[in-house]
């Protein structure tokens, strides 16, 4: 079992910066890559990063390629997302999650473990 806790999410310029953080307790040495999602309202949960837990291979949507970056610091089992010009279509609830799985598909159903998740709103 494994606690995923998000932090760092508020309201931001367009143009703005943002990192989210994700802190994972419990048996996280068992994680094959940790993500990040997000879930504006009245759309579906949508992929943005991933990262390989041993590996360190980072992937990201098209949409934030280039503006976000996703990082992570094993010694302190947490995943950052850097979050650069910001968009308003950027405005979501961002959930960090865990997969398990190997290969996995950059879809929600291949996440097993989530966090709570925190907003972010960009505005002017």
């Known amino acids: 079992q494994v606690q995923l806790v998000e932090s760092g999410g508020g309201l931001v310029q367009p143009g703005g910066s943002l990192r989210l953080s994700c802190a994972a307790s419990?048996?996280?040495?068992?994680?094959?890559?940790m993500g990040w999602f997000r879930q504006a309202p009245g759309k579906e949960r949508e992929f943005v990063a991933a990262i390989g837990w041993s590996s360190g291979r980072t992937y990201l949507a098209d949409s934030v390629k280039g503006r976000f970056t996703i990082s992570r610091d094993n010694a302190e089992n947490t995943v950052y997302l850097q979050m650069n010009n910001l968009k308003s279509e950027d405005t979501a609830v961002y959930y960090c999650?865990?997969?398990?799985?190997?290969?996995?598909?950059?879809?929600?159903?291949?996440?097993?473990?989530w966090g709570q998740g925190t907003q972010v709103t960009v505005s002017s």
């Open positions: 419990g048996r996280t040495f068992s994680s094959y890559a």
């Open positions: 999650a865990r997969t398990l799985r190997a290969p996995w598909r950059p879809i929600s159903a291949d996440f097993g473990s």
